[in-house]
């Protein structure tokens, strides 16, 4: 191993040497088309350099970290510009020392270093990405979330610190943000609510940065689905990091407690009076109250109220179809829930609307319209077990005649139940629920023998064919 490097030291001996010019005093930014002698000037300077990068790179080979610091460091001082390794190796060093590290002070040595790693980068990062390849660019907003992760993790003692260099570096990269990031901002933003728990500003930005999280993943894990079909490799990949941190994500918000519906109500009671002209903020609130589930209060009614007065959205329609069936004018109310459906561009939103005029219709007895809004929902969403399992309720409400005939009404509801199980099986429990209390209206295996029905007969029931079942 000695014997190599010093003849790769000899060799870095032999280079020209020209007159000196200091590694850094690069001024321009543009180093596109380059090559590693271009960007570490020339001289004895320059010797030096490659030598400690091929000493570095071949510790760094090793894991021999301790032995590669050094040799490391020389590069990184003196020629910023080498390479975009530099940063990414010298990052991957610090982060093995200090996790190995025992010695405090040495710790707190390793991690201003690794600080100073991420500062440099941020930089020299005009002029590292005009020579990186497309495969080593990087932008300013990653830089400072892996900082800000590595903030978090190695070292840093503020978690304040830790939050806005998060935030500022979420804020860039946005639908890009790594999984790791997300969870572990996740965490410094739950510290930072822990802390600061009567600070309803400090609340309602923790919120806000699970439902971004939140909304980060539902992107991806969707991006996945289309990947499935043409590079399953991908598709794994995305789901495999995003899935177990919104997991995460999720089970660390529940904990919290912080988004429980009298909390949200105090949080927004003063700021959507202050804000009633503030549509942005408006629909931020209605998002929020929808989300948790919290779209029964006076406070989302209100928001509602002002946000409609600014601008006919979906969210505004919906809580003012909410408010006028709170009071019982249910007609009033499917009209605006019926507009949230025009407004609505999502497909999936629209289908949500829809099934909720279902339900309504079916809570009145109005089992005709109800199916046609069950209907409506599976147009806009075909995978949505629950509107299959309500029209299996509409069908049993439908049922008439004898008792033979009644029991065809449930067969056919027992087909749609299975119906839901099979496209959706988030609702198999109840759809097994449903069968379960449908049996009793079947005919009595004893009755159908004596009649010479057999199990198994298709039968036509409202239009549709179904297949006898005895109880």
């Not at 830790?162 to 999984?179: L, V």
């Not at 009633?276 to 929808?290: A, P, Q, R, W």
């Not at 219709?361 to 299959?388: H, M």
């Amino acid at each position: 191993m000695k014997k190599n490097m010093k003849c790769k030291f000899l060799v870095a001996l032999a280079l020209p040497l020209f007159c000196t010019a200091t590694v850094t005093a690069q001024t321009t930014t543009d180093y596109s088309g380059t090559q590693l002698y271009d960007r570490i000037g020339h001289g004895q300077d320059s010797v030096e350099v490659i030598n400690n990068l091929s000493l570095y790179q071949d510790y760094f080979k090793q894991k021999d970290y301790a032995s590669a610091l050094p040799h490391w460091k020389y590069v990184f001082e003196h020629a910023p510009l080498a390479q975009i390794r530099v940063y990414t190796d010298g990052a991957w060093i610090l982060e093995n020392l200090i996790y190995k590290e025992t010695d405090a002070a040495k710790k707190k040595e390793y991690f201003e270093l690794l600080m100073k790693v991420y500062d440099q980068r941020l930089e020299n990062l005009d002029a590292l990405n005009s020579f990186a390849t497309e495969k080593t660019k990087t932008t300013r907003g990653n830089i400072l979330c892996r900082k800000a992760y590595d903030y978090a993790s190695y070292g840093g003692t503020d978690n304040e610190v830790a939050y806005k260099m998060f935030r500022s570096g979420i804020n860039d990269m946005g639908p890009n943000t790594e999984a790791f990031v997300l969870y572990s901002f996740i965490q410094c933003s739950y510290r930072r609510y822990q802390a600061n728990k009567d600070n309803t500003t400090v609340r309602e930005e923790f919120i806000r940065d699970y439902m971004e999280c939140n909304d980060i993943c539902d992107r991806l894990l969707e991006t996945a689905k289309e990947y499935a079909e043409t590079d399953t490799v991908m598709a794994q990949k995305i789901v495999a990091n995003y899935q177990p941190t919104q997991d995460k994500c999720n089970e660390l918000f529940v904990t919290s407690g912080a988004a429980d519906c009298d909390a949200l109500e105090k949080i927004y009671t003063e700021k959507v009076e202050a804000n009633k002209t503030n549509l942005e903020y408006l629909n931020s609130v209605l998002g929020v109250l929808t989300f948790f589930e919290c779209d029964k209060s006076d406070i989302y009614y209100k928001a509602s109220d002002y946000a409609y007065e600014l601008n006919k959205t979906p969210n505004a329609a919906i809580g003012k179809a909410q408010k006028l069936f709170k009071d019982g004018k249910t007609d009033e109310a499917l009209k605006y829930f019926q507009e949230a459906i025009d407004l609505e561009t999502d497909n999936n939103k629209k289908a949500k609307i829809s099934y909720t005029i279902a339900a309504i219709l079916y809570r009145k007895g109005s089992i005709g319209q109800c199916r046609q809004y069950c209907n409506q929902t599976l147009r806009y969403e075909p995978s949505n077990g629950k509107a299959w399992l309500l029209i299996a309720n509409c069908i049993v409400r439908s049922a008439s005649g004898d008792a033979l005939e009644r029991s065809k009404y449930y067969c056919l509801a027992i087909d749609k139940c299975n119906k839901a199980k099979a496209i959706d099986p988030s609702c198999a429990s109840q759809a097994n629920r449903q069968i379960s209390s449908y049996r009793s209206g079947l005919y009595p295996k004893s009755e159908a023998f004596f009649q010479g029905i057999m199990e198994g007969t298709k039968v036509t029931v409202m239009g549709e064919t179904t297949t006898m079942r005895f109880r």
